[in-house]
């Protein structure tokens, strides 16, 4: 079974500590990771696409990485406004469906 | 960017009643949609998948009879709760893709909070 877990669960920040989220993930034949923003009461905000291994993406302060087995959103000098969950997704074949797991998100908190 | 919208963006309603939610792509055609419910502090726990003119695909353990899906147009979906009860009280959220893309980015819509009394 197809599986997306994401680490850690909670992170605290100071303003401008830069930091990691990790989104491991096991599965066959992987056609695309996701990353998403959301606020509270808010949906989902998309923020990145990788599709292979050693892609990476940035926007603004952050910046998306993917190996085989696990993406990275690295977070530089983050600021308050950057406090949200990170959502990341993982779209494979899996019983002929292609819709996307989701993990179960990791909630930041950057303080002033 | 693709932009989806919701409505209403919360409702309170009485116990056996029925709530109707639109998902609205507002500057693309979404042949797929999707519904999607989530619990506090919890993840996105997939409802459904809306495709325009067919049946909607429901996901194991969700009573298809209780939530209505119909996806009537390239641009609406809608997701009816009917006789509602406190335990359908949750964070409701659709998403669509662009058709052709391939790859499922989704799109979500800003959710909406229903509260069952």
């Known amino acids: 079974e197809d599986q997306v877990t994401q680490s850690p669960e909670a992170l605290r920040l100071q303003e401008g500590e830069s930091s990691s989220l990790n989104c491991s993930y096991t599965v066959s034949g992987l056609r695309g990771l996701f990353w998403y923003r959301q606020d509270p009461g808010k949906g989902p905000e998309f923020l990145f696409t990788?599709?292979?291994a050693g892609e990476e993406k940035e926007k603004e302060r952050l910046k998306a990485t993917l190996t085989k087995k696990e993406s990275f959103l690295h977070i530089t000098a983050p600021k308050p406004e950057d406090s949200a969950t990170y959502l990341c997704a993982v779209q494979a074949p899996s019983g002929g469906s292609y819709i996307p797991t989701f993990g179960r998100g990791t909630s930041l908190i950057v303080h002033p | 960017g693709a932009v989806v919208s919701q409505h209403p963006s919360w409702v309170i309603c009485k116990s056996g009643t029925s709530v109707k939610i639109e998902c609205r792509s507002l500057d693309f055609q979404a042949t797929t949609m999707f519904w999607y419910r989530q619990f506090p502090k919890q993840s996105l726990m997939l409802m459904a998948t809306s495709n325009e003119g067919s049946k909607a695909t429901y996901e194991q353990g969700v009573e298809k009879d209780k939530f209505l899906i119909n996806h009537a147009s390239l641009t609406l979906s809608t997701l009816t709760v009917t006789s509602a009860h406190p335990e359908d009280s949750s964070f409701y959220i659709c998403?669509?893709?662009?058709?052709?893309?391939?790859?499922?980015?989704?799109?979500f819509g800003p959710g909406t909070r229903l509260t069952v009394t």
């Open positions: 998403s669509a893709i662009e058709p052709g893309q391939g790859y499922y980015e989704q799109y």
């Open positions: 990788l599709y292979s």
